[in-house]
């Protein structure tokens, strides 16, 4: 069973930014998880920031070698990621759980969870992946953001923190103990796709279109269908959705 050794802190700039700094120490060791209860310089996709109401929700990272994992994919233990978070919520009674591509976990079409998986190398050789998540657990005032939502917004009740971590953990363990192949793991991943066989509007290089959205795909590209029925394939950066 993979063992998972959790550091809790009251307060940092990053978690994910902590785990880096240790790797380039040499200090760094598999399974290590860092939970800090304030974290004021979180990160989300596209550099954007991650903003967390302090003691209220779980932001914390994780670090994995790959020479424990020996992954055949790198975006695989994205997919395993998701699906142990969308696991967790469904486990807390958060309805209508899903994965927005590439890594952001909805409950009703409002984000209630972000995933930042940063991989690391020496050379060119792929080392080790911190997984950085940030969980909307017992928030509820989330000002402008009208596309936020929490555990507790989507179920009506509040959680303890180290309990929803922690089952978190377990369903991660489940999943890297079993070692989902890699087109199990896609098809798991793409069953709970947000958007999946819908039109949805994206955004490219500023410019709207519409395109139906039909898979990830193993390269961990976003699959669409395009007016014109041509597949186009996006890598993690290349549009926005719009919704």
Request: glycine letters at 6%; hydrophobic letters at 40%.
């Amino acid at each position: 069973m993979l063992y998972f050794k959790i550091n809790k802190i009251d307060a940092i700039d990053s978690t994910n930014l902590a785990l880096k700094r240790k790797y380039h120490k040499g200090l760094m060791k598999h399974g290590e998880v860092l939970w800090a209860l304030d974290q004021v310089k979180g990160k989300g996709q596209r550099d954007s920031q991650w903003f967390s109401e302090p003691n209220k929700n779980l932001t914390f990272s994780i670090f994995l070698s790959q020479d424990k994992l020996m992954l055949d994919s790198i975006f695989v233990l994205n997919c395993w990621v998701a699906l142990a978070l969308k696991n967790t919520l469904t486990s807390f009674g958060v309805p209508c759980v899903s994965i927005k591509w590439p890594n952001d976990i909805l409950s009703e079409n409002k984000k209630i969870c972000g995933l930042l998986i940063e991989n690391l190398y020496r050379g060119k050789k792929f080392e080790a992946s911190v997984l950085g998540i940030g969980l909307n657990v017992n928030q509820i005032n989330f000002g402008e953001l009208n596309k936020a939502s929490s555990m507790r917004l989507s179920s009506g009740r509040a959680f303890n923190l180290e309990e929803v971590l922690q089952q978190i953990l377990t369903q991660l363990t489940h999943i890297l103990e079993r070692k989902m192949s890699v087109t199990a793991s896609f098809k798991a991943y793409n069953k709970a796709l947000f958007g999946l066989g819908e039109q949805r509007t994206f955004l490219e290089d500023g410019k709207a279109f519409l395109a139906t959205v039909e898979e990830v795909n193993q390269q961990g590209e976003l699959v669409l269908k395009a007016a014109d029925n041509k597949r186009r394939y996006f890598q993690h950066k290349t549009i926005e959705w719009v919704y």
